[in-house]
Protein backbone atom coordinates (compact mmCIF):
# COMPACT_ATOMS: atom_id res chain seq x y z
CA UNK A 1 0.00 0.00 0.00
CA UNK A 2 1.32 3.53 -0.79
CA UNK A 3 2.25 5.56 1.72
CA UNK A 4 0.20 8.98 0.79
CA UNK A 5 -3.72 9.02 1.33
CA UNK A 6 -6.18 10.87 -1.20
CA UNK A 7 -9.23 12.89 0.10
CA UNK A 8 -11.40 13.21 -2.48
CA UNK A 9 -13.38 16.22 -2.52
CA UNK A 10 -17.39 15.97 -3.03
CA UNK A 11 -18.82 19.49 -2.64
CA UNK A 12 -22.81 19.16 -2.34
CA UNK A 13 -23.19 22.84 -2.96
CA UNK A 14 -24.86 24.87 -5.34
CA UNK A 15 -22.08 27.77 -4.94
CA UNK A 16 -18.20 25.77 -4.64
CA UNK A 17 -15.95 27.83 -6.81
CA UNK A 18 -14.67 24.59 -8.66
CA UNK A 19 -18.29 22.27 -8.56
CA UNK A 20 -20.59 24.01 -7.10
CA UNK A 21 -23.83 22.10 -8.16
CA UNK A 22 -21.81 19.27 -9.98
CA UNK A 23 -22.98 16.93 -7.48
CA UNK A 24 -26.33 18.44 -5.10
CA UNK A 25 -28.26 15.27 -6.02
CA UNK A 26 -27.37 12.55 -3.70
CA UNK A 27 -27.24 9.73 -6.14
CA UNK A 28 -25.15 11.82 -8.38
CA UNK A 29 -22.84 12.69 -5.11
CA UNK A 30 -22.79 8.93 -4.03
CA UNK A 31 -21.67 7.67 -7.74
CA UNK A 32 -19.43 10.70 -8.22
CA UNK A 33 -17.42 9.20 -4.45
CA UNK A 34 -17.53 5.93 -5.64
CA UNK A 35 -16.07 6.60 -8.49
CA UNK A 36 -12.82 8.50 -6.65
CA UNK A 37 -12.99 6.61 -4.23
CA UNK A 38 -12.06 3.22 -7.21
CA UNK A 39 -9.37 6.35 -8.93
CA UNK A 40 -7.26 6.04 -5.51
CA UNK A 41 -9.14 7.97 -2.63
CA UNK A 42 -8.99 6.72 0.98
CA UNK A 43 -10.96 9.53 2.23
CA UNK A 44 -14.21 11.39 1.03
CA UNK A 45 -14.74 14.87 1.85
CA UNK A 46 -18.27 15.72 2.24
CA UNK A 47 -18.82 19.31 2.56
CA UNK A 48 -22.53 21.13 2.39
CA UNK A 49 -21.68 24.77 3.15
CA UNK A 50 -19.17 26.55 0.52
CA UNK A 51 -15.97 28.04 2.16
CA UNK A 52 -14.88 29.99 -0.76
CA UNK A 53 -14.01 33.78 -0.03
CA UNK A 54 -17.09 35.68 0.15
CA UNK A 55 -19.10 32.03 0.61
CA UNK A 56 -22.48 32.89 2.60
CA UNK A 57 -23.08 30.87 5.61
CA UNK A 58 -25.53 27.86 5.53
CA UNK A 59 -28.12 27.39 8.17
CA UNK A 60 -27.46 24.12 9.89
CA UNK A 61 -30.70 22.22 9.17
CA UNK A 62 -30.11 22.79 5.47
CA UNK A 63 -26.65 21.92 5.56
CA UNK A 64 -27.62 18.75 7.20
CA UNK A 65 -29.85 17.86 4.69
CA UNK A 66 -27.78 18.08 2.15
CA UNK A 67 -24.75 15.81 3.62
CA UNK A 68 -26.47 13.01 5.74
CA UNK A 69 -28.11 11.22 3.31
CA UNK A 70 -25.15 11.31 0.87
CA UNK A 71 -22.86 10.09 3.32
CA UNK A 72 -25.08 7.54 4.44
CA UNK A 73 -25.44 6.54 0.91
CA UNK A 74 -21.64 6.07 0.33
CA UNK A 75 -21.00 4.65 4.36
CA UNK A 76 -23.83 1.54 2.94
CA UNK A 77 -22.41 1.29 -0.67
CA UNK A 78 -19.02 0.89 0.30
CA UNK A 79 -18.82 0.43 4.38
CA UNK A 80 -14.47 0.02 4.16
CA UNK A 81 -14.45 3.95 2.75
CA UNK A 82 -13.60 6.90 5.15
CA UNK A 83 -16.03 9.32 5.08
CA UNK A 84 -15.23 12.65 5.88
CA UNK A 85 -17.73 15.19 6.97
CA UNK A 86 -16.46 19.14 5.88
CA UNK A 87 -18.24 21.32 8.64
CA UNK A 88 -17.56 24.08 11.01
CA UNK A 89 -20.88 23.03 13.27
CA UNK A 90 -21.34 20.14 15.65
CA UNK A 91 -25.11 19.56 14.89
CA UNK A 92 -23.61 18.73 10.94
CA UNK A 93 -21.02 16.31 12.06
CA UNK A 94 -22.72 15.10 14.69
CA UNK A 95 -25.59 14.10 12.14
CA UNK A 96 -22.32 13.08 9.60
CA UNK A 97 -21.03 10.33 12.47
CA UNK A 98 -24.27 9.13 13.21
CA UNK A 99 -24.75 8.90 9.14
CA UNK A 100 -21.12 6.45 9.17
CA UNK A 101 -18.59 9.35 8.96
CA UNK A 102 -15.54 8.73 10.73
CA UNK A 103 -13.56 12.27 9.77
CA UNK A 104 -14.23 15.55 10.73
CA UNK A 105 -12.53 18.55 8.85
CA UNK A 106 -13.52 22.06 10.63
CA UNK A 107 -11.83 24.97 8.76
CA UNK A 108 -12.07 26.91 12.34
CA UNK A 109 -10.03 24.21 14.06
CA UNK A 110 -12.14 23.79 16.26
CA UNK A 111 -12.84 27.27 17.30
CA UNK A 112 -16.70 28.28 14.99
CA UNK A 113 -18.47 25.92 17.10
CA UNK A 114 -18.23 25.52 21.12
CA UNK A 115 -19.49 22.29 21.63
CA UNK A 116 -17.26 20.54 18.17
CA UNK A 117 -14.20 19.74 20.33
CA UNK A 118 -16.15 18.18 23.32
CA UNK A 119 -18.15 16.43 20.03
CA UNK A 120 -14.92 15.06 18.23
CA UNK A 121 -13.89 14.04 22.06
CA UNK A 122 -16.66 11.83 22.79
CA UNK A 123 -16.27 9.89 19.52
CA UNK A 124 -13.16 7.85 19.97
CA UNK A 125 -12.98 6.57 16.56
CA UNK A 126 -12.97 9.90 14.76
CA UNK A 127 -10.16 12.05 13.43
CA UNK A 128 -10.35 15.44 13.22
CA UNK A 129 -8.26 18.27 10.67
CA UNK A 130 -7.12 21.21 11.84
CA UNK A 131 -6.56 23.79 9.79
CA UNK A 132 -5.95 27.63 10.06
CA UNK A 133 -7.82 30.02 8.75
CA UNK A 134 -7.66 33.73 9.09
CA UNK A 135 -10.74 35.59 9.75
CA UNK A 136 -13.68 33.88 8.29
CA UNK A 137 -14.57 32.85 4.31
CA UNK A 138 -16.56 36.05 3.87
CA UNK A 139 -13.78 38.32 4.60
CA UNK A 140 -10.35 36.22 5.13
CA UNK A 141 -9.65 37.62 2.00
CA UNK A 142 -9.71 41.23 2.39
CA UNK A 143 -6.48 42.49 3.17
CA UNK A 144 -5.20 39.39 5.16
CA UNK A 145 -1.50 40.76 7.10
CA UNK A 146 1.30 38.44 8.55
CA UNK A 147 4.55 39.34 10.00
CA UNK A 148 5.52 35.89 9.30
CA UNK A 149 3.15 33.39 7.61
CA UNK A 150 4.96 30.60 8.39
CA UNK A 151 5.47 31.23 11.85
CA UNK A 152 2.27 32.27 12.51
CA UNK A 153 0.72 29.50 10.52
CA UNK A 154 2.75 26.71 13.09
CA UNK A 155 2.11 28.88 16.32
CA UNK A 156 -1.67 28.95 15.65
CA UNK A 157 -1.65 25.17 14.56
CA UNK A 158 0.43 24.50 17.77
CA UNK A 159 -2.37 26.16 19.81
CA UNK A 160 -5.15 24.59 18.37
CA UNK A 161 -3.41 21.23 18.75
CA UNK A 162 -3.06 21.89 22.44
CA UNK A 163 -6.65 22.97 22.71
CA UNK A 164 -7.53 19.41 21.06
CA UNK A 165 -5.65 17.71 23.71
CA UNK A 166 -6.80 19.95 26.43
CA UNK A 167 -10.86 18.72 25.40
CA UNK A 168 -9.79 15.21 25.73
CA UNK A 169 -8.65 14.37 21.53
CA UNK A 170 -5.58 12.63 21.69
CA UNK A 171 -3.15 13.30 19.49
CA UNK A 172 -3.24 10.30 17.56
CA UNK A 173 -6.26 11.31 15.91
CA UNK A 174 -5.59 15.00 14.88
CA UNK A 175 -4.19 15.95 11.88
CA UNK A 176 -3.25 19.42 10.32
CA UNK A 177 -4.05 21.92 7.47
CA UNK A 178 -1.84 24.83 7.01
CA UNK A 179 -5.05 26.58 5.13
CA UNK A 180 -4.07 27.12 1.65
CA UNK A 181 -5.73 29.71 0.38
CA UNK A 182 -7.65 30.73 3.66
CA UNK A 183 -7.13 34.29 4.62
CA UNK A 184 -3.67 34.25 2.68
CA UNK A 185 -2.01 36.53 -0.62
CA UNK A 186 -0.36 34.55 -3.39
CA UNK A 187 2.68 35.51 -1.73
CA UNK A 188 2.00 33.81 2.02
CA UNK A 189 0.36 30.65 0.57
CA UNK A 190 4.35 30.54 -1.91
CA UNK A 191 5.96 30.81 1.76
CA UNK A 192 3.92 28.24 3.01
CA UNK A 193 4.08 25.92 0.44
CA UNK A 194 8.30 26.59 0.33
CA UNK A 195 7.97 25.62 3.91
CA UNK A 196 6.00 22.84 4.74
CA UNK A 197 8.52 20.86 6.17
CA UNK A 198 8.38 23.52 9.21
CA UNK A 199 4.55 22.57 9.40
CA UNK A 200 5.59 18.55 8.96
CA UNK A 201 8.22 19.63 11.75
CA UNK A 202 5.45 20.11 13.87
CA UNK A 203 4.61 15.86 14.67
CA UNK A 204 1.30 15.54 13.48
CA UNK A 205 0.30 14.28 9.71
CA UNK A 206 -0.29 17.05 7.66
CA UNK A 207 -3.42 17.70 5.24
CA UNK A 208 -2.23 19.63 1.84
CA UNK A 209 -5.11 20.84 0.01
CA UNK A 210 -4.08 23.25 -3.09
CA UNK A 211 -7.18 21.85 -5.30
CA UNK A 212 -7.14 23.88 -8.47
CA UNK A 213 -7.24 27.43 -6.19
CA UNK A 214 -6.92 30.42 -7.59
CA UNK A 215 -3.18 31.11 -6.84
CA UNK A 216 -2.70 28.51 -9.39
CA UNK A 217 -5.01 30.45 -12.02
CA UNK A 218 -2.81 33.36 -10.52
CA UNK A 219 -0.04 31.61 -11.71
CA UNK A 220 -0.88 29.76 -14.67
CA UNK A 221 -3.46 32.24 -15.93
CA UNK A 222 -5.74 29.61 -15.66
CA UNK A 223 -8.87 31.12 -15.24
CA UNK A 224 -11.29 27.70 -15.15
CA UNK A 225 -10.39 26.17 -12.11
CA UNK A 226 -10.87 22.77 -14.05
CA UNK A 227 -7.94 23.69 -16.00
CA UNK A 228 -5.46 24.04 -13.22
CA UNK A 229 -5.24 19.93 -12.33
CA UNK A 230 -1.65 20.16 -13.63
CA UNK A 231 -0.29 22.80 -11.45
CA UNK A 232 -2.07 21.09 -8.48
CA UNK A 233 -0.15 18.31 -9.04
CA UNK A 234 3.05 19.87 -9.25
CA UNK A 235 1.85 21.03 -5.38
CA UNK A 236 1.01 18.03 -4.35
CA UNK A 237 4.44 16.55 -5.53
CA UNK A 238 6.38 19.62 -4.12
CA UNK A 239 4.41 18.51 -0.60
CA UNK A 240 5.05 14.50 -0.46
CA UNK A 241 8.72 15.87 -1.02
CA UNK A 242 8.08 17.96 2.17
CA UNK A 243 6.73 15.16 4.28
CA UNK A 244 3.00 15.71 3.45
CA UNK A 245 1.02 12.44 3.17
CA UNK A 246 -2.64 13.40 2.84
CA UNK A 247 -3.73 15.41 0.21
CA UNK A 248 -7.27 17.14 -0.41
CA UNK A 249 -8.22 17.37 -4.29
CA UNK A 250 -11.11 16.87 -6.78
CA UNK A 251 -8.98 15.07 -9.75
CA UNK A 252 -7.90 11.26 -7.52
CA UNK A 253 -6.59 9.75 -10.94
CA UNK A 254 -3.92 11.45 -11.66
CA UNK A 255 -2.69 12.40 -8.37
CA UNK A 256 -2.36 9.02 -8.08
CA UNK A 257 -0.15 8.97 -10.58
CA UNK A 258 1.88 11.38 -10.09
CA UNK A 259 2.87 10.62 -5.99
CA UNK A 260 3.08 7.01 -6.99
CA UNK A 261 6.10 8.15 -8.64
CA UNK A 262 6.76 10.39 -6.38
CA UNK A 263 6.60 7.77 -4.05
CA UNK A 264 9.00 5.27 -5.52
CA UNK A 265 11.73 8.12 -6.44
CA UNK A 266 11.90 8.83 -2.36
CA UNK A 267 12.56 4.66 -1.99
CA UNK A 268 14.93 4.35 -5.04
CA UNK A 269 18.59 3.48 -4.01
Request: aromatic share 4%; net charge negative.
Amino acid sequence: MSDFTLMGVLNVTPDSFSDGGAWVDPDAATRRALHMADDGARIIDVGGESTRPGAQPVDEAEERRRTEPVIRAIHEARPGLVISIDTMKASVAEAAIAAGATYVNDVTALRGDPHMAALVASHPHVRVCLMHMLGEPRTMQQAPHYADVVDEVAAFLTDRLGAAARAGIGSDRIDLDPGIGFGKKIEHNLSLLHHLDRIVALGQPVVLGTSRKGMLGTITGRTDPADRVDATLATAVLGYAAGVRTFRVHDVAPHRDALLVAEAVRHAR
